[in-house]
């Protein structure tokens, strides 16, 4: 019996001028322009404001795909709780990529959940790039409304 060994594609994250990007570490060569430092920066900004939204589309995905059983595999390969999974995949479910705005994270997300969503999607994009806002102050300022 032969085994059969399939290769998956493998997906890189490219920062600029980066010797080393690891989940424990980031090394920057010593060549690095500050303007590059800069755009390093913004790209590691970006990637944890999108970590807690791609936990959200990959419960919601494991949701659509397995029901009850997707829940399970997803924290199974996270080490998430399934209650935390699930709610995550509300938010996805909620506010689809369509509706997202890039300086706003999950937390910011689960926040709105509760407020009408047509209100939102009206009120929201007149608040979110005025300025970087925690998500108590986003829900104070939709309570408001």
Known sequence: MEALTVQQPRCHLSL?????????????????????????????????????????????????????????????????????????????EVFPPRRRYPNLNRNHYRVLLPFEQSKLDAWLPTVVDKKRLSARALRALASRS
């Open 16 to 92: 600029p001028e980066c010797a080393l990007f690891d989940p424990t570490e980031l090394q920057i060569t010593a060549v690095t322009s500050q303007s590059e430092f800069v755009r390093i920066g913004k790209a590691l900004s970006a990637i944890d404001d999108a970590f807690g939204l791609w936990q959200c589309d990959f419960s919601l995905h494991a949701i659509r795909m397995w029901q009850g059983k997707g829940v399970e595999l997803a924290a199974a390969a996270t080490g998430l709780s399934e209650f935390f999974l699930k709610r995550c995949a509300r938010i996805a």
